[in-house]
């Protein structure tokens, strides 16, 4: 059974830096296109970040691309989620979610084969 955890949240200032990690446990992690996608209260999950299994294709959504780097070690079995010039929009729970292919991950959550429990992220002023 393949499980996430996230790691690494927390309260931090508009315009600081905050690093999210997730591991994967019970399965072949290089089988995998990892996503980060975030829910602000009220709103739909929306995609964050993805990263092919490789780890040498990248994609980002428009609102954090020039902020935001997803990276992954498959010796480790962990993706991240570095963030900086946090903006308190940014303020979320943050999920990683697993992808079963060898493509680009997608964007949309329902491509999605498994999910972690979420981080909160909150972003002062």
């Known amino acids: 059974q393949v499980q996430l955890v996230e790691s690494g949240g927390g309260l931090v200032q508009a315009g600081g830096s905050l690093r999210v990690s997730c591991a994967l446990s019970?399965?072949?992690?290089?089988?995998?296109?990892m996503g980060w996608f975030r829910q602000a209260p009220g709103k739909e999950r929306e995609f964050v970040a993805g990263?092919?299994?490789?780890?040498?294709?990248?994609t980002y959504s428009d609102s954090v691309k020039g902020r935001f780097t997803i990276s992954r070690d498959n010796a480790k079995n962990t993706v991240a989620l570095q963030m900086s010039r946090l903006k308190l929009e940014d303020t979320a729970v943050y999920y990683c979610a697993a992808e079963r292919t060898v493509g680009s991950p997608t964007s949309a959550p329902a491509s999605y084969d498994y999910w972690g429990q979420g981080t909160q992220v909150t972003v002062s002023s």
């Open positions: 990263i092919n299994w490789s780890g040498r294709g990248t």
């Open positions: 019970g399965g072949m992690f290089s089988s995998y296109a």
